[in-house]
């Protein structure tokens, strides 16, 4: 299973030993690893709580569930919220 992961990485992701380092397509590729696993999680709790019949905590739990979807896949959104706040504190971003 590493030998594939480590197959699937693009080669602009790979630094070589004389190049700058890229992260540009890294924050895509762990999308690209961690976007299935967290949705299987997701997906296996929330089965969980609704056999057991706790609607609250599957409630909460599909609330957090987007709110973390939400940081991780929505592009520039900590940036933007720390920007946001700084602004609204009254920080000079120049």
């Known amino acids: 299973m590493l030998q594939h992961i480590l197959a699937s990485i693009p080669p602009e992701v790979v630094a070589a030993p004389n190049d700058e380092l890229r992260t540009d397509q890294l924050a895509d590729w762990l999308r690209q690893i961690f976007g299935p696993l967290f949705l299987v999680i997701v ?6 709580f609704l056999f057991t019949r706790e609607i609250t905590r599957f409630v909460q739990f599909i609330v ?5 979807g939400v940081v991780f896949y929505v592009p520039n959104i900590i940036e933007t919220t720390a920007k946001a706040i700084a602004k609204a504190l ?5």
Request: avoid cysteine.
């Open 64 to 68: 957090l569930a987007i709110g973390i």
């Open 43 to 48: 997906s296996i709790v929330a089965i969980f």
């Open 90 to 94: 009254g920080v000079d971003l120049t």
